[in-house]
C-alpha cells in the first residue's frame, strides 16, 4: 500500500518561498509510469492544480503557476518537493501531494499540510 | 484558459437518485479527457471515487457511477445515503494537465 506524507513549515512570510516535501513508503518513486503531484485548497475553497513530476524528471505545472513553481525528485530519499516562490496570502492553503497514474487520475492522496502565508 | 463547471450545490433526499455534471466552459467533454470524480468530507483528504469515465476506484460503492451525458461527464449516485453528504470535485486532463471543477456541495435530506 502506498502511502505520502507531506511535510514543511507551516507558516510562511510574504515575498519568501514556499517548500514542501512529500515522502512516499510502500513503493518505489522511480518505478512505474506515475506523475507525482501537489495539489492545493485554500480555506473553503477548492481544489487546485500546481503540477507534477514524471519518473523522466519532466515536469508540468499549472499555466497561472508556472512562472513561480518548482517540482523536484530526490529518488535517494523516494521524496519529491514542491518550490512556491514570492508567495502572498492567496497562497494560504492545505497542499496535498498525490500520485497520479497513466489514466490521469489520483490514485494516492497524503494527508495534506497547512500552509499560511503571514508576517 | 478553459474552465471546468460543475453545479455549485445540489440536494437528494435519501433514498434518492442525483446527477452530477461536470462540463467545459468550451467544448464537450469527451472520454479523452479522462474524467474522474473525487468526494471531499470536511478536513479530510479527498477519496477517489471514479476514474478514466466510468471506472470506481477500489472499495467504492456500486450505488457511484460516472459516464458522459450529452456534453458533459456525469456522476450518478443511486440510492444516496446520509453520508453521501459530501463535496464533490471532477478533474480532466488538457494539454496544460490536470483541471479541476469548482466543486459540487451535495446536501442529503
Known amino acids: 500500500q502506498v502511502q505520502l506524507q507531506e511535510s514543511g513549515p507551516g507558516l510562511v512570510k510574504p515575498s519568501q518561498t514556499l517548500s514542501l516535501t512529500c515522502t512516499v513508503s510502500g513503493g518505489s518513486i522511480s518505478s512505474g509510469d506515475y506523475y507525482w503531484s501537489w495539489i492545493r485548497q485554500p480555506p473553503g475553497k477548492g481544489l487546485e492544480w500546481i503540477g507534477y513530476i514524471f519518473n523522466s524528471g519532466s515536469t508540468y505545472y499549472n499555466p497561472s503557476l508556472k512562472s513561480r513553481v518548482t517540482i523536484s525528485v530526490d529518488t535517494s530519499k523516494n521524496q519529491f518537493s514542491l518550490k512556491l516562490s514570492s508567495v502572498t496570502a492567496a497562497d494560504t492553503a492545505m497542499y496535498y501531494c498525490?500520485?497520479?497514474?497513466?489514466?490521469?487520475?489520483?490514485?494516492?492522496w497524503g494527508q495534506g499540510t497547512l500552509v499560511t502565508v503571514s508576517s | 484558459q478553459t474552465v471546468v463547471t460543475q453545479e455549485p450545490s445540489f440536494s437528494v433526499s435519501p433514498g434518492g437518485t442525483v446527477t452530477l455534471t461536470c462540463g467545459l466552459s468550451s467544448g464537450s467533454v469527451s472520454t479523452s479527457y479522462y474524467p474522474s470524480w473525487y468526494q471531499q468530507t470536511p478536513g479530510q483528504a479527498p477519496r477517489t471515487l471514479i476514474y478514466?469515465?466510468?471506472t470506481r476506484s477500489s472499495g467504492v460503492p456500486d450505488r457511484f457511477s460516472g459516464s458522459i451525458l450529452g456534453n458533459k461527464a456525469a456522476l450518478t449516485i443511486t440510492g444516496a445515503q446520509a453520508d453521501d453528504e459530501s463535496d464533490y470535485y471532477c478533474?480532466?486532463?488538457?494539454?496544460?494537465?490536470?483541471?479541476f471543477g469548482g466543486g459540487t456541495k451535495l446536501t442529503v435530506l
Open positions: 478533474v480532466l486532463y488538457m494539454a496544460s494537465g490536470m483541471v
Open positions: 498525490a500520485r497520479v497514474g497513466w489514466l490521469r487520475f489520483v490514485d494516492y
Open positions: 478514466s469515465t466510468n
